[in-house]
C-alpha cells in the first residue's frame, strides 16, 4: 500500500476523472440520444454522479491539508483544474435539463390545416399554463422588489434614527464631562475655604490665647 502523503490525494482524483468520464458520456450519448422519461432518467444519474464529484473535491481538499507545503502549490493548481472541469459539465447539465424541459412542452406540436399555427391543444394548454406561470413569477418578482425596497427606506429611516440618538447621546455625554469638571472645581475650592477657615481659626485662637496670657501678667503685676 503507498503510504507517500499524496497516495489519498492521487487516488480521490482518479476517482473524480472516471465518474467525470461516466458523466461526459451519459451527456454525449444518453442524455443526447434518448427522449422523454428516458433522457430525464439519464439526466437524473448525471446529477447524483456530479454529486459525487463535488464530495470527492471535498475530499482531495480535505488531504492537500496533509500535503507538504512545497508540493502544495502543484495540487492546489490541480484541484482547481478539477473545479473548472465539474463547473463545465453543470453547466452542461443545465442545458440538457432545460433542452428536455423545452422539448417536453412542445413535444406535442402538430401541423393541420384546421390549426395555421401547428398547435394543438394540448400544446396551447401548456403554452397557457407556461405563460400563466411566467406573469406569476413576475407578479411576484415584482413584489418582491417592492418589499424589498420598502425594506431598504425602513432601514435607511432606522439608521438615521440610530445617527440621531447617537449625537443625542454624544452630548449627553458631553454634558456630563462638563458638569463633571465643573464639580471638581468647585469641589477644590470647597476644600481651599476650608482649608483657610481651619487656619483662620487656629490663628483666631492663638491671638485669643496670647491676649489672654498678656491680660493675665498685666493683673499679675499689678497685685503683686
Known amino acids: 500500500m503507498d503510504s507517500s502523503p499524496t497516495s489519498l490525494f492521487d487516488s480521490y482524483e482518479q476517482d473524480f476523472q472516471q465518474i467525470l468520464q461516466s458523466i461526459r458520456d451519459k451527456l454525449e450519448g444518453d442524455a443526447a440520444d434518448q427522449r422523454g422519461e428516458q433522457k430525464k432518467a439519464a439526466l437524473r444519474r448525471v446529477e447524483m454522479e456530479l454529486d459525487e464529484a463535488d464530495e470527492m473535491i471535498s475530499q482531495m481538499e480535505i488531504e492537500i491539508q496533509g500535503i507538504p507545503q512545497s508540493l502544495r502549490p502543484q495540487y492546489s493548481s490541480r484541484i482547481k483544474s478539477s473545479k473548472a472541469d465539474l463547473a463545465r459539465f453543470k453547466k452542461l447539465a443545465r442545458d440538457s435539463h432545460a433542452q428536455a424541459s423545452r422539448a417536453e412542452l412542445f413535444s406535442g406540436r402538430t401541423?393541420?390545416?384546421?390549426?395555421?399555427?401547428?398547435?394543438?391543444?394540448?400544446?396551447?394548454?401548456?403554452?397557457?399554463?407556461?405563460?400563466?406561470?411566467?406573469?406569476?413569477?413576475?407578479?411576484r418578482l415584482q413584489e418582491s422588489q417592492r418589499i424589498a425596497l420598502e425594506t431598504e427606506d425602513q432601514g435607511a429611516d432606522i439608521l438615521r434614527s440610530l445617527v440621531g440618538q447617537r449625537e443625542q447621546i454624544e452630548n449627553a455625554r458631553n454634558t456630563l464631562q462638563t458638569a463633571d469638571s465643573s464639580i471638581d472645581r468647585a469641589s477644590g475650592t470647597l476644600k481651599k475655604m476650608i482649608r483657610r477657615m481651619y487656619q483662620q481659626r487656629v490663628v483666631t485662637a492663638v491671638i485669643i490665647i496670647v491676649l489672654v496670657l498678656l491680660i493675665a501678667i498685666i493683673l499679675w503685676e499689678k497685685l503683686r
Open 111 to 139: 401541423a393541420t390545416s384546421d390549426d395555421p399555427y401547428g398547435t394543438s391543444n394540448g400544446d396551447r394548454a401548456r403554452l397557457l399554463a407556461g405563460t400563466a406561470l411566467l406573469e406569476d413569477g413576475t407578479r
